[in-house]
């Protein structure tokens, strides 16, 4: 089986990656979770201070923008982290690839290798 993987990569504004990654940890991945988005990884670059990643999983494409319609939309996200978060990205790129369930499940893993 595969899943449509999505692959955000973000240059933050100098010096607010500390308070991103606090504002991700324990705001936007609950709420992400909380609406059913399988977040499966996110960090900080280990090259850059100011570059993060944000790697999510879906069912298929259809999935990936029926669910991110609306998440997007919801007063969770627009009245929660949302303005906080923008405000911090200079800039960001997207990427959605095919991959197995396997390799997604080994990428979770170095998520959770990072929480211990």
Same mark, same amino acid.
């Given at each position: 089986?595969t899943?449509?993987? *999505?692959i #955000? #990569? !973000? $240059? /933050?504004h100098?010096? $607010?990656?500390?308070?991103? @990654?606090?504002l991700? $940890?324990n705001?936007?991945?609950? /709420? @992400? &979770? =909380?609406?059913?988005i399988?977040?499966? $990884? !996110?960090?900080k =670059? &280990? @090259?850059?201070p100011?570059?993060? !990643?944000?790697?999510?999983?879906?069912?298929n #494409?259809? @999935?990936? &923008?029926a669910?991110?319609?609306?998440f !997007?939309? =919801?007063?969770?996200? +627009?009245?929660?982290?949302? =303005? *906080?978060?923008i405000?911090?990205?200079?800039?960001s790129?997207?990427?959605?690839?095919?991959? +197995?369930? &396997?390799?997604v499940?080994?990428?979770?893993r170095n +998520?959770? /290798?990072?929480l211990?």
């Open positions: 089986m899943r449509a993987v *999505e #955000l #990569l !973000y $240059t /933050l100098p010096g $607010t990656s500390d308070a991103f @990654h606090t991700m $940890t705001v936007s991945v609950p /709420l @992400h &979770e =909380s609406a059913g399988d977040v499966v $990884t !996110y960090g =670059s &280990e @090259h850059d100011d570059a993060y !990643y944000l790697i999510r999983a879906y069912d #494409l259809h @999935h990936l &923008e669910t991110q319609e609306a !997007y939309k =919801s007063d969770a996200w +627009r009245n929660g982290p949302r =303005s *906080e978060i405000a911090r990205i200079a800039t790129l997207k990427s959605v690839i095919d991959m +197995r369930a &396997e390799a499940d080994a990428l979770r +998520r959770d /290798l990072k211990i």
